[in-house]
């Protein structure tokens, strides 16, 4: 089963694809899910900025950042800090991972780790979804009415998932590479962040 999440901005770039279970792991902790999506959303941000969005403690998001920074997700935002007192971080250049749990077939432990993952990142999905449901009264009109859900039950080989998958993410993609030239241009009114979440998996009544 593959997991692909990409928070990119700034334009097509590799999938960093995680085979080494030590970085895997970095992401059994929900608080560093939370923060790498936090970071590539605004860009660039010191551990007090994304502790008040998170709403955890200074030091404690300070010792997750340097956890992922130690694995190559982020990285020091040299050039950033006007006087040197705090240390800024940004999303590394491979800002987007994906993983595979056939990669792990055969290492019970590294199986664990990735069904863990999986658990982890479907959880901070299904919490934003909720977070939107909560609160899209409040949103205008014109974005409740684009806001979407879809199911769609299909007959399929496991050959012709993995290709609805690949056309799924084309797909995604492209409208991302849209968004992406619009705001180089300066079309940013009416522009916000949009979540696309995309599952394909086999079930037996």
Do not use: C
Not at 99 to 106: L, N, P, Y
Not at 129 to 158: I, M, N, Q, V
Request: aromatic share 10%; net charge negative; proline share 4%.
């Amino acid at each position: 089963m593959p997991d692909s999440t990409d928070d990119r901005r700034d334009g097509p770039d590799p999938k960093r694809r995680i085979t080494d279970l030590a970085a895997l792991k970095v992401f059994t902790h929900p608080l560093r899910i939370e923060l790498w999506r936090a970071l590539n959303v605004v860009r660039t941000a010191t551990a007090s900025q994304l502790a008040e969005q998170v709403d955890e403690a200074v030091s404690l998001v300070s010792y997750h950042l340097r956890k992922m920074a130690e694995h190559g997700f982020i990285e020091e935002a040299a050039g950033e800090s006007s006087d040197g007192r705090e240390r800024w971080w940004r999303p590394s250049e491979e800002n987007s991972f994906t993983f595979r749990t056939a990669d792990f077939d055969g290492n019970p432990e590294g199986a664990a780790v990735a069904a863990a993952v999986l658990r982890q990142l479907l959880a901070t999905r299904y919490a934003r979804y909720t977070a939107y449901l909560d609160e899209a009264g409040s949103w205008p009109t014109a974005w409740s009415d684009a806001a979407f859900t879809s199911e769609f039950l299909s007959r399929l080989t496991s050959a012709e998932l993995q290709q609805a998958e690949r056309e799924f993410t084309d797909l995604a993609e492209r409208w991302k590479e849209h968004g992406r030239q619009a705001e180089a241009a300066g079309n940013t009114e009416g522009r916000e962040h949009v979540a696309l979440h995309v599952y394909g998996f086999p079930f037996r009544p």
